[in-house]
């Protein structure tokens, strides 16, 4: 009743590139936000702003009856707890302890995490293709934040951020598969309802480390200069970022979908370059072999890749 019409392949991979390179764009601008703030403030700040517009959204969209999580409520709490919350806390925690680097380099597992989930629950052995993009992609995010030169990585390795941000990239793994328990609500709802579970599952960490005096919460001096980037963070890159991913996902699936996340370090390239960063040949040649990387994943197939996400929902994924 609420499912939404097949779309066009390319529009899948036009909202997975939009919903990456919004978020790409976030990593400098939460590195401004994080100087006042701890990453539960600055995750509840977004994401509690963001569900009621999710909601209200829905409502708008699809009737107040939608918003009905249909005996899905704690199933819907956790995959947003996953989502959100895990992803976001574990992975800013573990960035704030070693590099950004890293973090990208973690982002560009995700879809090697995908890959083994499915694998696992499907016993279905992936196509090899998959294989040779994933590794494209990988070999380019290391060429890409290193600029060529990986030995710079083992400078600051560190043992617990990097188990930190992997972990934090299989929450995200995880909530972009949940949408598979849901294949008759459109990608708004699944969005609105989990995102709304994940504030939930946000707002009770941070009473609790709250309580325990863990938190850094930014001074009144320092909130005006906050609320361009917050406004940043909550609308473009969660609220517009969310509905682009899970539509994507919805229509591609997340094995294939996952691969759209190493476009993350890309622009945080882009960036740098805007900014006056000189490109460096070992971030030419790694941004290229990430691109490339997308366009390996998708050759050969010309049906989009439903099955991993929802097989009833066959030519289209949330």
């Known amino acids: 009743m609420n499912a939404t019409p097949p779309v066009p392949l390319w529009r899948a991979a036009l909202l997975l590139s939009v919903a990456t390179i919004l978020w790409g764009a976030a990593f400098p601008v939460s590195k401004a936000v994080l100087a006042s703030m701890d990453p539960i403030c600055m995750a509840l700040c977004r994401y509690g702003v963001a569900a009621p517009l999710f909601l209200i959204l829905l409502a708008w969209r699809e009737g107040a009856a939608a918003l009905r999580p249909e005996g899905a409520f704690w199933r819907l709490v956790g995959l947003g707890t996953l989502g959100f919350a895990g992803f976001n806390l574990l992975m800013f925690y573990g960035v704030g302890m070693s ?13 090697l995490i995908a890959v083994m989930i499915q694998w696992a629950r499907s016993g279905t052995r992936p196509a090899p293709r998959s294989f040779v993009a994933l ?42 598969m949940g949408a598979a328990a849901f294949p008759g609500w459109s990608p708004l709802r699944y969005t609105a309802l989990s995102g709304s579970g994940g504030a939930l599952g946000l707002g009770a960490i941070w ?6 005096g863990g938190l850094r919460l930014p001074t009144a001096a320092a909130l005006p200069g906050l609320v361009p980037a917050l406004l940043f963070l909550i609308l473009p890159a969660a609220v517009i970022a969310v509905l682009c991913w899970n539509q994507g996902i919805r229509q591609i699936g997340a094995q294939r979908g996952m691969l759209f996340i190493n476009l993350v370090p890309l622009t945080a390239l882009a960036v740098g370059v805007l900014s006056g960063h000189p490109l460096g040949g070992g971030e030419l040649a790694g941004a290229l072999l990430v691109l490339g990387s997308l366009f390996i994943n998708q050759a050969g197939s010309r049906k989009p890749a439903t099955a991993v996400l929802c097989p009833a929902a066959a030519g289209r994924q949330a």
């Open 99 to 111: 590099r950004p680097e890293f973090g990208a380099i973690v982002m560009a597992l995700q879809p």
């Open 135 to 176: 590794g494209v992609a990988v070999l380019g995010v290391l060429l890409l934040t290193t600029n060529g030169h990986p030995a710079r990585l083992v400078e600051h390795a560190a043992l617990l951020p990097t188990l930190m941000m992997i972990t934090g990239g299989t929450c995200w793994v995880l909530y972009s």
């Open 207 to 212: 009473l609790l480390v709250g309580a325990a």
